[in-house]
């Protein structure tokens, strides 16, 4: 019974000593002034500090206007990785500033947040663009 103990404290001891560690580059895209026209799109550079593959696990965005990619595979010590982040700018002209939750198997931060921010420039809309058909003779 004393090996089977001293055997997983062992056990224990050692799995501790292997971590992963996320690090990101920069947890803030900043898009700046953008246009009205559909999508942009922002990457976010992450990296493996620890000593075992890390895992992103999910990533989700604050709201359906923004689209977040990650890798599926696990991410060994020492490499990057890229999220890529879309934001739809259809119909949401002004200031946006929006979450990205990213779930990895990191030891010590297992969920780590990012932000998307930036200013839409609406359309200068005229009649003619808003009603394109004409009614009557």
Known sequence: M?????????LLFCSCLMAQEISFKSDVYNYGNVREEGKVYGDFVLTNTGDAPLIIRRVTASCGCTTPEYPKVPIVPGDSAVIKVA???????????KTITVYSNAIAQPTYTLTIRGTVEGRNNTAASLYPKEIGP
Do not use: D, H, Q
Request: no cysteine.
């Open 87 to 97: 934001y739809n700018t259809e119909g949401r002209p002004g200031n946006f500033n």
């Open 2 to 10: 004393k090996k089977l103990w001293s055997s997983a404290l062992m």
